[in-house]
DNA sequence: CGAAATTGCGACATCCTTGTCGCATTCTAT
DNA sequence: ATAGAATGCGACAAGGATGTCGCAATTTCG
């Protein structure tokens, strides 16, 4: 059957993140297509990286739906489950679209740049509202608890890619790290 | 005066750090040197890359050894002290060296692996020596607390990168997220 | 001062990647 | 069944990066 431009995606996002440098070539045989037609659909290679990047940001969106950020955001309740969600649903997506965290060809689009930035100024709230209820310690820079965040997912990542820790683990000691730290 | 070859290993890396996927003819032009020059001292790219990742292992050995690391895991004194000591330390080693936090291509030499395996496992040592002396809390898995530090210390990178946080702050804020957490 | 080593410089070949095209084949939908 | 669209395939050109070389100029060192 033929592959969809939809599949093309997922299948490049699954190399890309075993082999982050990987050619158009390599790119079209990992999604099953020749590479005539990876540039049908794609003209050129930050076309398809863009299209790569909307796809996490696509994704990182529904994690804000599902978790009823902008409910959280706007009543002021629940703010510190909603922030576990985040911090888990986080875990998931991070593995799935873990090249945009290093992915620097990301950052060249100007559309997509601001998309993120939108959604991790949501996120950002979020970390101010808990700090405001208490659940998190008010002394610390929103942007550094929100980075941080960022690090320990590149740590789970990292520790997945060594099998250091097991899958279902990474929940728990993320949140733990996160909250109460490592002492 | 003529550019030594610690010189040319130096400026590569300061510029690798700003320009990750700079081609040869840029290094040896913000090394001060003509590309064949350069080509003589590393023959290939290669060779550069892997003389760059010796030089930030020699740095990071340096560190283990200012912070007497080697004493603190012998006589299982001042474990607290040196533990504080190494992250305040690796701030400073992953600023200058944060490229290999990232460059792959390290990983492609056996060597320098191995090097930073031993590296990395006197670290644990530390900190499962932290965790005997209650300094560190025993429940969480010491690979994990290592790649923690990892992921934290990209985090001060990134925070550094995107003007969030004060240079000054850094180690506090590093400190203060590791061991305490965020809540 | 003079020989040896080092560097700058430009040229060259090679390889890899990217992007495009024409054509034959296959699939799809009417 | 058939027309139109999409795909596979191979070829091509262009551009960039890598690595090498010979030669002239410069530096270094005895």
Do not use: K
Not at 31 to 36: K, L, T
Not at 54 to 61: F, L
Not at 95 to 103: D, I, R, V, W
Not at 116 to 144: F, K, S, T, Y
Request: glycine share 6%; aromatic share 4%.
């Amino acid at each position: 059957m033929a592959v969809s431009r939809e599949q093309i995606v997922t299948r490049a996002i699954e190399h890309l993140n075993q082999a982050p440098a990987a050619s158009m070539a390599e790119i079209a045989q990992a999604a099953g297509v020749h590479r005539a037609t990876l540039h049908r659909h794609f003209a050129t290679r930050e076309e398809l990286i863009v299209a790569l990047g909307w796809r996490a940001h696509e994704a990182w969106q529904r994690v804000h739906d599902e978790i009823g950020l902008d409910a959280a955001l706007r009543t002021g309740e629940r703010v510190e489950e909603t922030l576990h969600a985040l911090l888990v649903a986080h875990i998931e997506v991070a593995e799935e679209h873990g090249f945009a965290l290093t992915e620097h060809l990301v950052g060249i689009n100007p559309e997509l740049v601001r998309r993120a930035e939108e959604l991790e100024a949501r996120e950002i709230e979020l970390i101010e509202a808990c700090q405001r209820a208490g659940v998190l310690r008010a002394d610390l820079p929103p942007r550094w608890v929100s980075n941080t965040v960022y690090g320990l997912l590149v740590a789970v990542r990292e520790s997945l890619r060594r099998g250091d820790v097991a899958r279902r683990d990474t929940s728990r000691l993320l949140l733990e790290t996160f909250l109460r730290g490592t002492s």
